[in-house]
């Protein structure tokens, strides 16, 4: 037993004084080895600024594509009510149809777009339906009113839902002028 011990002892000894050692040869630098220097930059002090000539310099003024104005002060001096609106905000729409089939949405969405001239109309994909949602709303009242709106209408099943909105969608404007009168001779 104790011959065991002695040889698992050796055998740890062994493992640990070969675990030490390093894998390569260490060389001693000599004559003929390269010694590099750090060279922290070099600064010529020589430059003399006066001696530069003005026109010989060609500037060009570049504006950036990222630039929304070429003039900062037009930037600094807007008021908050030029700031731009966000372009989508929380709000409400009217969901008058949901369905599997692309085709009767899109039908769906030509019917509510002639019968809404003043509200936008919208065909949304959320797997798998196609939704077909009307309007703008910012309120939930102002949503409410417009479903009742809708349902007057012929779309029964409509429905408010939340949604992100354009605050700032202008409903298109009606062509004042009467269409032209085809039948009547000039």
């Known amino acids: ?21 390093s894998t390569g040869q260490m060389v ?17 002090e020589n430059f003399d600024l006066s001696v530069l000539d003005e026109n010989e310099l060609d500037l060009k003024k570049t504006i950036s594509p990222e630039s929304k104005s070429d003039n900062i002060d037009d930037l600094l001096l807007q008021t908050p ?15 008058i149809c949901a369905v599997s089939d692309e085709e009767k949405a899109k039908q769906v969405q030509r019917d509510a777009i002639f019968q809404f001239i003043n509200e936008e109309v919208y065909l949304d994909y959320h797997a798998p339906y196609y939704k ?7 309120t939930r009242y102002e949503a409410e009113q417009l479903q009742q709106t809708v349902i007057k209408q012929g779309f029964a099943d409509a429905w408010v ?9 202008d409903p298109p404007v009606q062509n004042e002028e009467s269409p ?6 000039e």
């Open 28 to 44: 001693k630098p000599n004559k003929n080895t390269e010694v590099r220097e750090r060279k922290t930059g070099i600064i010529n």
């Open 180 to 185: 032209p009168n085809l039948d009547k001779p």
């Open 1 to 21: 037993m104790r011959k065991i011990i002695l040889l698992f002892v050796s055998l740890i000894l062994m493992v640990i004084l070969f675990g030490c050692s």
């Open 81 to 95: 009510d030029e700031q731009p609106l966000p372009e989508e905000v929380d709000g409400f729409r009217i969901q």
């Open 161 to 169: 839902v939340r949604a992100k909105v354009k605050p700032n969608s």
């Open 132 to 138: 077909v949602r009307i309007g703008n709303c910012l």
